[in-house]
Each structure stands twice: as structure tokens, then as C-alpha cells.
């Protein structure tokens, strides 16, 4: 198996962009990666396309066909990867085994999702539930992560400041980051004060429904100089699966999936929680920030909310969180989430984040889940 590397990132502006279709926005993110790596597009081997639900979204199958036909990179293989809201992580995932088993020599990863082209796009994110068990009964994503963040209030103690807390730091964050959804800052009451959508979890809780895309280009480390001055290595790729459905879980506060990955991820890249300098966490509800901060090791589990609470994941904080904005304030194009989360990562590491720069980042990490957990990949990246 060969070393893999990362040399060139790219990401759209999140947001509602209407004026910009699905094509648009994986052709904008693709030619931007290519430029940043400085290859051609012919150079390139195969391309990995995260995505959710083209089909329900904007009526379009067939996506990678689409996707290599309008970016001009036809006849390379191009293949659509689906883990609902970790399918960017799983393309990331698929382009990096290919690389490293040696079978393509560089390799384009993307995500893309266009949601806001559908009046209510609930339905379909409800298809990442477990249909017979959940979603065909009326629950949806808001009441399944509130039924997560009211056991580990019960469970722990949990408060719904420290909650609130997570949305907070994500917008602190956001708002230093031009290509956001959400680019400012917010408070805790603004958070409890906001419209509840499913108690205990408020308007402010919840990640948006998002248009955007973006990119990673990949190729074997031993070539990563040739192209770029500063490339990323990537230390670990690890992936897991867990109950989709909530009521065949064993516990309600440990997202079982991220636990198994991570654990892989640290093995694989002989690292441990302390030596991650910053993380891009899966927090599609502030309930999900705080349990990833524990199902990734970084504390134990119940202490979480305090640890968010005394600055622990601010950007000057023992292990910064989503510097981003995460998926709360940078946005959460489901299929592209991951794909950010790597390029987040890799700017980090060159340093050229601007304003919400880690300082000192030598080693970061993404975590991306599907539904409920019942998908985690978590990557580890370093200079």
C-alpha cells in the first residue's frame, strides 16, 4: 500500500445559491481543486462523487455520467458514492483506497448536494432514517437528535446552555469564514430564545438546508512534491457502520460508529486524542458537536457539555472545534460535508486560513457521519 497525499482543495460558497445548479457547483469546485494542485485535468485517473439524493433533490440520477460529461473530464471513470450525509466522506474514503492500493495514480474527490430546489426538503432527508421503523411513522431528523439530547441531559446532567454553546462557538468560528452560510456570530440566548423544532432542541440548533460543493485532489505521496510545495498527507482513513434505526441501539448517547472509527483512525496513523491539534466534527445538531467531542476520545463521556462550556473547543482551546463553522454555521450541503471537512483540514495545515487559523496545526482530523451514525468516516491529515 502506497502513502497518499492531498494537493489541491477547493469549496464553493454554502449557502442558498440559486442563481448556480447542481452541475455548476461540482464543475466551479472541481476546476478550483485542479487549478490549486496545479495539474491538468487529463492527468487525472478517476473521479469519486459524494452525494445524497440528486434524484429527490433536483430530479437528476445518473450523476457521475452528468458530472464527467459538463466538468470535460469524460471518458475518466467517475463513480457516485451514497452514505446520506457522510457520502462526501466515503468519496474521500474511496479515492484514497484507490491511490493506495496503486489501481489509479491521481484521483479527483467531490461532494455536492443542490437541496434548496425543492419546496420542503425534509422527505428526503428523512430517506437517511430507517424508513418501515422511523421516518413512515413521522419522525424526523430534529426529533431523533432530540431524543439523543434528552437522554444525555437525563443521563449526565447536560444543560441546555451548554448545548447552546456548540452553535455559539460554530457561528464565533463562521464568522470568520468567507465561503460560510452563515458567517456571524450568535448568542446564547439568541439560541434558547429561537423557535423550537423539536424539545429540546431549538431553531439555532439545527444545521440549514444548503447548496454548495467541493473538492480534493489525491495522488501517491512519494509524487506530492512535484505538484505542490505544501502538500497533506493523510495518516489514517478509517470507516465504521452502526444501527440506523435509534431503537436498536444499546445506548442513546454514544454514536457507536464514530467510537469504531476513530478508534481504527488512531491505530492505523499511531496517534492518540492529545496529539490531534484540530478537528472537523459531524455537528448537524448541536446535540452531535457534543457527542462527538466524547465518541472521539477527546473527553469522557458525560463531560462533554462542561468541556465546551470552559472553552476546551474554542479555536484557542485544548482542541479546537470546527474552525469552520462547522456544519451549523459553514453549512451542510449533505453530500459535500465531508469533502469541506478535508479541505478545512488541509488549510489549516498550510496555514492559510486567515483569521480562524489554528495556530501551531500539525494534525487534524474529520469526522463525518450518514442519519444517525449509522455511517462514520473519520480521516487524519498531517503536514
Known amino acids: 500500500m ?43 485517473d478517476a473521479m469519486y462523487v459524494g452525494n445524497m439524493s440528486a434524484g429527490l433533490f433536483v430530479k437528476q440520477e445518473h450523476i457521475a455520467s452528468l458530472i464527467a460529461d459538463h466538468s470535460g473530464l469524460a471518458p475518466i471513470p467517475c463513480a457516485r458514492v451514497e452514505a446520506a450525509c457522510a457520502s462526501g466522506g466515503l468519496a474521500l474514503r474511496n479515492g484514497i483506497m484507490a491511490v493506495a492500493s ?3 495514480d491521481m484521483v479527483i474527490s467531490a461532494g455536492v448536494e443542490k437541496m434548496t430546489d425543492v419546496v ?49 462557538i460554530n457561528h464565533k468560528n463562521g464568522a470568520k469564514n468567507p465561503l460560510a452560510q452563515f458567517p456571524m456570530e450568535i448568542s446564547v440566548d439568541a439560541v434558547l430564545n429561537s423557535s423550537i423544532v423539536a ?77 490531534i491539534d484540530l478537528v472537523e466534527v459531524h455537528d448537524c445538531f448541536s446535540i452531535n458537536g457534543l457527542l462527538a467531542v466524547e465518541d472521539l476520545g477527546f473527553v469522557e463521556k458525560g463531560k462533554g457539555g462542561i468541556a465546551i462550556e470552559e472553552g476546551m473547543t474554542e479555536i484557542d482551546g485544548d482542541i479546537p ?13 449533505l453530500g459535500a460535508t465531508g469533502i469541506a471537512q478535508a479541505a478545512e483540514i488541509v488549510w489549516q495545515l498550510r496555514g492559510e486560513a486567515g483569521k480562524r487559523q ?25 503536514n
Not at 131 to 153: C, D, I, K, N
Not at 372 to 380: E, F, N, R, S, Y
Request: some cysteine.
Open 2 to 44: 502506497r502513502d497518499v497525499a492531498i494537493i489541491g482543495v477547493s469549496q464553493t460558497k454554502f449557502g442558498e445559491l440559486w442563481d448556480k445548479s447542481f452541475r455548476d457547483l461540482i464543475v466551479e469546485a472541481g476546476i478550483t481543486a485542479i487549478e490549486d494542485a496545479n495539474v491538468e485535468g487529463d492527468e487525472l
Open 102 to 104: 496503486g489501481y489509479h
Open 120 to 168: 420542503d426538503p425534509t422527505p428526503a432527508i428523512a430517506t437517511a432514517s430507517d424508513q418501515e421503523w422511523e421516518a413512515q411513522q413521522g419522525v424526523t431528523f430534529p426529533s431523533l437528535y432530540a431524543m439523543m439530547a434528552r437522554r444525555h441531559m437525563y443521563e449526565y446532567g447536560t444543560t441546555r446552555e451548554q448545548l447552546a454553546m456548540v452553535s455559539v
Open 199 to 275: 424539545d429540546p432542541l431549538r431553531l439555532l440548533d439545527c444545521s440549514p438546508v444548503s447548496d454548495g460543493a467541493a473538492a480534493v485532489i489525491l495522488c501517491p505521496a512519494e509524487d506530492a512534491k512535484k505538484y505542490t510545495d505544501t502538500p497533506i498527507y493523510v495518516k489514517a482513513s478509517a470507516q465504521a457502520s452502526g444501527t440506523i434505526a435509534l431503537h436498536d441501539r444499546k445506548n442513546l448517547t454514544t454514536i457507536d460508529s464514530t467510537v469504531h472509527a476513530s478508534r481504527n483512525a488512531y491505530k492505523m496513523a499511531g496517534l492518540e486524542p492529545k496529539n
Open 321 to 333: 472545534v470546527n474552525p469552520s463553522g462547522g456544519l451549523k454555521a459553514r453549512g451542510h450541503p
Open 358 to 382: 489554528v495556530d501551531g496545526a500539525q494534525t487534524g482530523m474529520t469526522h463525518n457521519i450518514g442519519g444517525t451514525g449509522g455511517t462514520a468516516a473519520v480521516h487524519i491529515f498531517s
